[in-house]
C-alpha cells in the first residue's frame, strides 16, 4: 500500500519522456493544480535536469533583463517553470533550438498555451487533464 506521502503515479511520464528524447523542447501545459510541475519534476530530476522557476523574482528578473543570455546560460538540460511569465523567453529558446538542435534541452511548464511563436518539429506540446484523485 502506498503512503501519503508517495507521490500519484503520473499517466503522462512515458510520453514526456519519448518527447525528451528526440525532441529539444516539451511544453507541458494545463489547468493550475492538475501536477504539470511534479511530473516535469519526476521526469527531469531523475535525468539531471535543473529546476528553475519564474515565480521566484531573482529568476524572472534575471530571465526578463536579458532573455538571450538567460537563455545561453541554461545548463544543458533545464526546467522552466511558469515560463508564459516571461514571454520573451520563447523566442530565446527557439532562436538557441535553431542554431544547436539537442533533443531533451528544455521541458517548459505553463498553465495556459502562451502562444509560442516556434511551432513546428523542434517543439512538442504535451497538454496535461486535471488531476483527479479519488481516496
Known amino acids: 500500500m502506498a503512503s501519503a506521502s508517495d507521490p500519484i503515479p503520473r499517466l503522462l511520464a ?4 519519448e518527447a525528451l528524447a528526440d525532441t529539444p523542447v516539451v511544453l507541458i501545459h494545463g489547468p493550475r493544480q492538475s501536477g504539470k510541475t511534479t511530473l516535469a519534476r519526476l521526469v527531469g530530476e531523475k535525468r539531471g535536469y535543473r529546476y528553475y522557476s519564474f ?3 531573482a ?19 533545464a ?7 516571461v514571454p520573451a523567453l520563447f523566442t530565446a529558446i527557439k532562436a ?3 542554431r544547436r ?3 531533451g534541452r528544455c521541458p517548459g ?3 495556459t498555451p502562451p502562444g509560442c511563436p516556434a511551432s513546428g518539429p ?3 506540446r504535451q497538454p496535461l487533464r486535471p488531476l483527479i484523485t479519488t481516496a
Do not use: K, T, W
Request: glycine share 2%.
Open 14 to 17: 512515458p510520453r514526456v519522456r
Open 55 to 57: 515565480d521566484e523574482d
Open 59 to 77: 529568476v524572472r528578473a534575471a530571465a526578463e533583463r536579458d532573455p538571450v543570455g538567460f537563455v545561453a546560460e541554461l545548463p544543458a538540460h
Open 79 to 85: 526546467i522552466l517553470d511558469e515560463v508564459q511569465r
Open 96 to 98: 538557441s533550438v535553431d
Open 101 to 103: 538542435r539537442v533533443a
Open 109 to 111: 511548464i505553463s498553465p
Open 122 to 124: 523542434s517543439q512538442h
